[in-house]
């Protein structure tokens, strides 16, 4: 009998997705789905209208105005203000945060658009990293814990080694020291000759998942990946659910 408990009861918990690359409308339903059945959160889910591939239209983000934690995988949006100014808002209250792989470059406005500080400022003022370039389509992952990492509670029951099909994104020279804790580091696996891959100066290891505090003060788990089969791999699945606990102070029971 699959086991349930109420440690997420009372908690609302915001999944924002956004992207119209790794099916997220489709992945992040069912972690908020076991978050709920699981452990009792309630959970709202919202996805980019008509389709992923509208950049400018997410309904229901005053959902974030109750929300007790926000979800976001989200990829070159360009919310009108009224909308982003609910994201805006939770994150000045000091609320938490976890992002998904292409958060990291969650939004793409015009160079003359007042919102443009956001297009780099979510990776890096939220999410501890933005968007740099990565290893090739065709390349894989290879995961393990970071050193000294082991007994942080997001990586309870999490082996110390995994494989998943996410190609690895460069995120160093981010995270910065003593701003974060990295908890997996990723290497690459067969990258794609593009042209730096396999440079002497091209480091082929870079975190995969880190914690930080956001700059409203609020906690911070980011995880680069993402991709549509890892969320087959019970692996990645706890993970997420791990980082929902710590991210609103909850315990894993």
């Given at each position: 009998m699959e086991?349930?408990?109420?440690?997420?009861?009372?908690?609302?918990?915001?999944?924002?997705?956004?992207?119209?690359?790794?099916?997220?409308?489709?992945?992040?339903?069912?972690?908020?789905?076991?978050?709920?059945?699981?452990?009792?959160?309630?959970?709202?889910?919202?996805?980019?209208?008509?389709?992923?591939?509208?950049?400018?239209?997410?309904?229901?983000?005053?959902?974030?105005?109750?929300?007790?934690?926000?979800?976001?995988?989200?990829?070159?949006?360009?919310?009108?203000?009224?909308?982003?100014?609910?994201?805006?808002?939770?994150?000045?209250?000091?609320?938490?945060?976890?992002?998904?792989?292409?958060?990291?470059?969650?939004?793409?406005?015009?160079?003359?658009?007042?919102?443009?500080?956001?297009?780099?400022?979510?990776?890096?003022?939220?999410?501890?990293?933005?968007?740099?370039?990565?290893?090739?389509?065709?390349?894989?992952?290879?995961?393990?814990?970071?050193?000294?990492?082991?007994?942080?509670?997001?990586?309870?029951?999490?082996?110390?080694?995994?494989?998943?099909?996410?190609?690895?994104?460069?995120?160093?020279?981010?995270?910065?020291?003593?701003?974060?804790?990295?908890?997996?580091?990723?290497?690459?696996?067969?990258?794609?000759?593009?042209?730096?891959?396999?440079?002497?100066?091209?480091?082929?290891?870079?975190?995969?998942?880190?914690?930080r505090t956001?700059?409203?003060?609020?906690?911070?788990?980011?995880?680069?990946?993402?991709?549509?089969?890892?969320?087959?791999?019970?692996?990645?699945?706890?993970?997420l659910l791990?980082?929902?606990?710590?991210?609103?102070?909850?315990?894993?029971?």
């Open positions: 086991s349930s408990n109420d440690s997420l009861k009372g908690y609302h918990l915001v999944f924002v997705c956004g992207e119209d690359e790794y099916e997220s409308e489709n992945t992040m339903p069912r972690i908020a789905e076991e978050a709920a059945r699981k452990h009792g959160a309630s959970v709202t889910v919202l996805t980019a209208y008509p389709s992923a591939a509208n950049p400018e239209n997410i309904p229901g983000l005053e959902a974030l105005l109750t929300a007790d934690l926000a979800v976001f995988y989200i990829r070159f949006r360009q919310l009108p203000q009224e909308q982003f100014r609910y994201i805006s808002d939770y994150l000045e209250a000091g609320k938490p945060v976890i992002g998904l792989r292409t958060s990291t470059h969650g939004f793409q406005y015009p160079e003359d658009h007042p919102l443009v500080r956001w297009n780099d400022g979510f990776g890096i003022d939220v999410l501890g990293a933005p968007w740099i370039r990565h290893f090739g389509h065709s390349s894989s992952t290879s995961v393990s814990i970071a050193w000294g990492a082991g007994n942080h509670p997001i990586l309870e029951g999490i082996p110390t080694h995994f494989e998943c099909r996410s190609w690895l994104y460069q995120v160093l020279p981010y995270p910065q020291v003593g701003d974060t804790t990295p908890l997996l580091n990723g290497a690459t696996v067969n990258p794609e000759d593009n042209g730096w891959s396999y440079t002497s100066e091209t480091p082929r290891v870079h975190p995969v998942a880190w914690t956001h700059f409203g003060g609020g906690r911070v788990f980011t995880t680069t990946m993402g991709h549509p089969d890892d969320f087959e791999l019970p692996e990645f699945r706890r993970l791990n980082g929902i606990h710590w991210a609103v102070g909850a315990e894993y029971l």
